[in-house]
């Protein structure tokens, strides 16, 4: 007998794949007059890889899901688009060049000629003819084209402010990319620095952001979907005119809590916002300085931090409390935010704790105007309860509770134009340039003459200048800055001398419309072609990790909506569904160099081949769950594969005459199968369809062993619909049992297996029901139901009902699964 040899299957099937590449989606040219493709299309994607080097764990488990339900669309004769690219600007390229004096390209093509061809040996089914990668000329002309309609929208443009500074990587951050304080790339403590840079108006999206995530319900994760809600971070509240002493224009604050306006005995703004330098007093103007500079060093892990005494300082002058006339200092704090509702806040100690923490510093009043429950022994009370000491002349909130009062003292303020209902946003605009080499150049020259020009469209792309090795090394501004043949360049509008804009696009630019790229990789005279979009989008089934669930697919669905705004696209959501695997760890923790426990993609292919490691993602549990190495056996998965592979053999290996019905009792087995096989992959069980298989395989060799024979009709049909099931998950094994059951390859277009109802229907068999002897009803059971749901069934039954007609029950005789006999009093 033969002996299964994945190694050999593998090497023997993956060049006849590669000549038949069977996995390309029907582009539907009509020009030349062929008939429209009339199959279900649909658009599987899974996010594209960063190409930081070979293939590892985690895309090995990503593109297992991807591909198992791309697969299964294909089986079932739908036109499938699941194409395959490479996010391949970014700082790593720019790092490795630095260190090997090379230029980023070559780091990064030559890692995804890795990929590629990993993910060639790995047996992905995607279309090798739309690859793209974000760092080709032919693609950047179209984000810099993009941008450039932004630029025209007024939703790309400059401003300065304090923004996030890397002084490792010596280039600013989006918020999105600063965790915890510290640069999400690197992990060094993030600083502010004031600097002029190129920002996305997202913000003007907020709404729709919020808004249009309701469709997404049931379709995305849950906690992606929080997680983006809490990101947007909606609040109401309202505006409130406060009128500082000495100054003529008031200052406006937001508030969430319009209601406890009595209880405001001070005011604070952001230190770094131009109010406290204009508003500072003489006397204090040299503290407050002092304050400033310490302010600034500060990072922001320090500023928000709760264990951290609250610092500020006197501004020297009053603001006037608006409902009761009170005057109430006013303080720069760097609790206050400069870039958050106003930058500035009344501030209530009472029902604040920020604010409570701040006035037991510096020796502040404080006045409930919230009356917490008796037994409340906190400090702030932020709970609701009926509103007291808050009353003048004109307006009484006294006894409402919170929502009422609000309401009440909102109406009141904008009667007096002393204030208004207000909704601010948590969101802030994405800031997108960076100080850095291996990016999209910002299409955009600086004349003095004319100010900010566009690179006129015929002119794109704006190509990169050749720098490598220490020219990229990080100097705080971009290294772009030093090509000054390639910055210096005739101004588009009066053709005087001028300079291209040195810095590069935040990589999340380039991520934004790629699936768009897709649908039309090699179209000219757009990013995209408005057809071929038409025809694919929105993306049926998006798969990837949730370290995106805010950055990449907020940015995404922004793009998206704007493309909708400009009439580019007819959809408002890129992702119809969304699906997030879960992590590959090892011993229940993540997989890293200092722990020593990193598991190595290729020594795990190598000891025990595609399919069963492919299989072993699967077959671990639910895909959203992470995936512990140390719990799961590749070994087995091995073994069951084998198994499977054996049946093949058998069929093909039997000789004699067989009995045209075939065993029975097997077909039901198999019929069953396919269809629960079916609904368990419809709706993502995977793990457990996985089960499935491995009883049908268990089955099958039962019936082959005690005497059905490998030659029988219904075991060459079980292992037929066995081998294209598992083409889905283990398409290597597939193919090679296809061939040996006499077929062409590819098993992986064979098409879906169908099942006969009456074949899959679980068995039942009649349960006749008898009262006082007499049969009065008859139903369907299953043959293995217990005495106890048999009885409650005939006692229920109308019928029965009907014949005791109110009389007692004395005894009931139960015969699982065929009879029930019920004896009346
Ligand atoms: C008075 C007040 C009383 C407040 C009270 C809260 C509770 P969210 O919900 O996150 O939007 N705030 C406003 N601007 C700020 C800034 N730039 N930096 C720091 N804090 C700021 O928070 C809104 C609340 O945060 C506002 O409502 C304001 O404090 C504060 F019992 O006003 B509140
Ligand atoms: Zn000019």
């Known amino acids: 007998e033969q002996a299964y040899d994945f190694a050999a299957i593998q090497s023997k099937w993956l060049p006849v794949w590669q000549r038949m590449d069977p996995f390309r989606a029907e582009s539907e040219a009509t020009d030349d007059g062929a008939a429209e493709d009339t199959r279900p299309r649909r658009y599987q994607l899974d996010m594209f890889p960063y190409p930081s080097g070979d293939l590892h764990m985690g895309h090995a488990e990503a593109y297992?899901?991807?591909?198992?339900?791309?697969?299964?669309?294909?089986?079932?004769?739908?036109?499938?688009?699941?194409?395959?690219?490479?996010?391949?600007?970014?700082?790593?390229?720019?790092?490795?060049?630095?260190?090997?004096?090379?230029?980023?390209?070559?780091?990064?093509?030559?890692?995804?000629?890795?990929?590629?061809?990993?993910?060639?040996?790995?047996?992905?089914?995607?279309?090798?003819?739309?690859?793209?990668?974000?760092?080709?000329?032919?693609?950047?002309?179209?984000?810099?084209?993009?941008?450039?309609?932004?630029?025209?929208?007024?939703?790309?443009?400059?401003?300065?402010?304090?923004?996030?500074?890397?002084?490792?990587?010596?280039?600013?951050?989006?918020?999105?990319?600063?965790?915890?304080?510290?640069?999400?790339?690197?992990?060094?403590?993030?600083?502010?620095?004031?600097?002029?840079?190129?920002?996305?108006?997202?913000?003007?999206?907020?709404?729709?952001?919020?808004?249009?995530?309701?469709?997404?319900?049931?379709?995305?994760?849950?906690?992606?979907?929080?997680?983006?809600?809490?990101?947007?971070?909606?609040?109401?509240?309202?505006?409130?005119?406060?009128?500082?002493e000495g100054r003529t224009e008031p200052v406006t604050v937001f508030t969430t809590r319009p209601d406890t306006l009595f209880g405001a005995t001070f005011f604070v703004v952001a230190p770094e916002a131009k109010l406290a330098s204009e508003i500072v007093s003489a006397e204090q103007r040299a503290a407050f300085e002092t304050y400033l500079e310490e302010v600034k060093r500060s990072t922001e892990i320090e500023r928000l931090s709760t264990e951290r005494d609250k610092t500020g300082v006197f501004l020297g002058v009053y603001a006037i409390n608006p409902v009761n006339g009170e005057r109430i200092p006013v303080y720069a704090a760097d609790y206050v935010l400069a870039d958050y509702g106003t930058g500035a806040i009344m501030a209530v100690p009472a029902q604040d704790q920020r604010d409570y923490d701040f006035a037991k510093q510096f020796g502040l009043s404080i006045v409930r105007t919230v009356q917490p429950p008796a037994d409340f022994d906190g400090e702030a009370f932020t709970g609701d309860g009926p509103a007291i000491n808050s009353a003048n002349a004109e307006v009484s909130l006294d006894g409402l509770a919170v929502d009422e009062a609000k309401a009440r003292i909102t109406t009141w303020l904008s009667s007096k134009e002393l204030g208004k209902g207000a909704v601010t946003f948590r969101l802030r605009d994405w800031l997108l340039s960076r100080q850095r080499y291996w990016g999209c150049p910002i299409p955009i020259i600086h004349c003095d003459a004319c100010g900010e020009v566009a690179v006129p469209d015929e002119q794109l792309p704006v190509e990169l200048p050749d720098l490598r090795g220490a020219d990229l090394q990080p100097k705080g501004v971009s290294p772009l800055a030093s090509a000054t043949d390639w910055?210096?360049?005739?101004?588009?509008?009066?053709?005087?001398?001028?300079?291209?804009?040195?810095?590069?696009?935040?990589?999340?630019?380039?991520?934004?419309?790629?699936?768009?790229?897709?649908?039309?990789?090699?179209?000219?005279?757009?990013?995209?072609?408005?057809?071929?979009?038409?025809?694919?989008?929105?993306?049926?089934?998006?798969?990837?990790?949730?370290?995106?669930?805010?950055?990449?697919?907020?940015?995404?669905?922004?793009?998206?909506?704007?493309?909708?705004?400009?009439?580019?696209?007819?959809?408002?959501?890129?992702?119809?569904?969304?699906?997030?695997?879960?992590?590959?760890?090892?011993?229940?923790?993540?997989?890293?160099?200092?722990?020593?426990?990193?598991v190595d993609l290729g020594e795990q292919l190598a000891s025990y081949g595609v399919d069963a490691i492919r299989l072993t993602m699967v077959f671990a549990g639910p895909p959203e769950d992470d995936i512990d190495w140390a719990d799961v056996s590749p070994a087995g998965s091995l073994k069951f594969l084998q198994r499977a592979w054996r049946l093949a053999?058998?069929?093909?290996?039997?000789?004699?005459?067989?009995?045209?019905?075939?065993?029975?009792?097997?077909?039901?087995?198999?019929?069953?199968?396919?269809?629960?096989?079916?609904?368990?992959?419809?709706?993502?069980?995977?793990?457990?369809?996985?089960?499935?298989?491995?009883?049908?395989?268990?089955?099958?060799?039962?019936?082959?062993?005690?005497?059905?024979?490998?030659?029988?009709?219904?075991?060459?049909?079980?292992?037929?619909?066995?081998?294209?099931?598992?083409?889905?998950?283990?398409p290597y094994t597939a193919e090679d049992m296809w061939e040996r059951l006499g077929h062409e390859p590819t098993v992986s277009l064979a098409g879906w297996p169908s099942f006969d109802p009456s074949l899959a229907a679980a068995e039942s068999v009649t349960c006749v029901v008898q009262v006082a002897g007499k049969v009065r009803d008859k139903f369907d059971v299953s043959p293995d139901i217990s005495e106890d749901a048999l009885r409650e069934l005939a006692l229920a039954s109308e019928k029965v009902l009907a014949s005791l007609d109110g009389r007692e029950i004395r005894k009931v005789i139960v015969r699982a699964p065929k009879l029930v006999n019920i004896v009346p009093g």
């Not at 490479?86 to 490795?96: I, K, Q, R, V, Y």
């Not at 990789?521 to 057809?531: E, H, K, S, T």
């Not at 709706?683 to 499935?692: C, E, H, Q």
Request: aromatic share 12%.
């Open 64 to 244: 297992a899901f991807g591909d198992l339900v791309s697969r299964y669309h294909f089986q079932k004769g739908e036109n499938v688009l699941h194409p395959i690219g490479w996010d391949s600007f970014g700082l790593p390229a720019e790092n490795a060049a630095i260190r090997r004096n090379a230029h980023p390209a070559e780091w990064t093509y030559a890692n995804i000629d890795t990929q590629a061809d990993s993910f060639k040996r790995y047996g992905v089914s995607f279309d090798w003819s739309r690859r793209l990668h974000t760092s080709d000329p032919g693609y950047y002309k179209w984000t810099q084209w993009l941008f450039l309609r932004f630029y025209e929208r007024g939703l790309a443009y400059r401003k300065a402010s304090f923004v996030n500074w890397c002084p490792k990587d010596q280039t600013v951050l989006a918020n999105e990319q600063v965790v915890a304080g510290k640069c999400e790339r690197c992990g060094s403590d993030v600083t502010k620095r004031e600097l002029t840079q190129w920002y996305f108006k997202i913000t003007d999206y907020a709404q729709r952001l919020l808004d249009d995530m309701g469709p997404l319900e049931g379709q995305w994760p849950e906690r992606v979907l929080t997680m983006q809600r809490n990101w947007i971070g909606r609040s109401e509240g309202a505006y409130v005119d406060f009128a500082i």
């Open 487 to 598: 910055v210096t360049v005739a101004c588009p509008k009066c053709g005087g001398e001028a300079r291209r804009d040195t810095d590069t696009m935040d990589t999340f630019v380039d991520s934004s419309w790629y699936f768009l790229r897709y649908c039309s990789p090699n179209y000219d005279d757009g990013p995209f072609d408005p057809d071929a979009v038409r025809r694919w989008m929105p993306i049926d089934q998006y798969v990837g990790g949730v370290e995106h669930a805010i950055l990449h697919l907020l940015y995404a669905r922004f793009f998206t909506k704007v493309l909708h705004d400009m009439g580019a696209v007819d959809f408002i959501e890129p992702f119809t569904s969304l699906l997030n695997q879960g992590q590959v760890v090892n011993q229940g923790k993540a997989m890293s160099k200092s722990l020593g426990n990193g």
């Open 649 to 730: 053999n058998d069929v093909s290996s039997a000789v004699g005459v067989s009995p045209a019905e075939g065993d029975a009792a097997l077909r039901k087995v198999t019929h069953r199968t396919v269809q629960q096989f079916t609904e368990l992959l419809e709706s993502y069980k995977f793990n457990v369809g996985i089960a499935r298989l491995m009883e049908l395989v268990n089955a099958i060799r039962k019936a082959v062993d005690s005497g059905v024979g490998g030659g029988d009709p219904s075991v060459r049909e079980a292992v037929e619909k066995l081998s294209v099931m598992l083409s889905v998950v283990a």
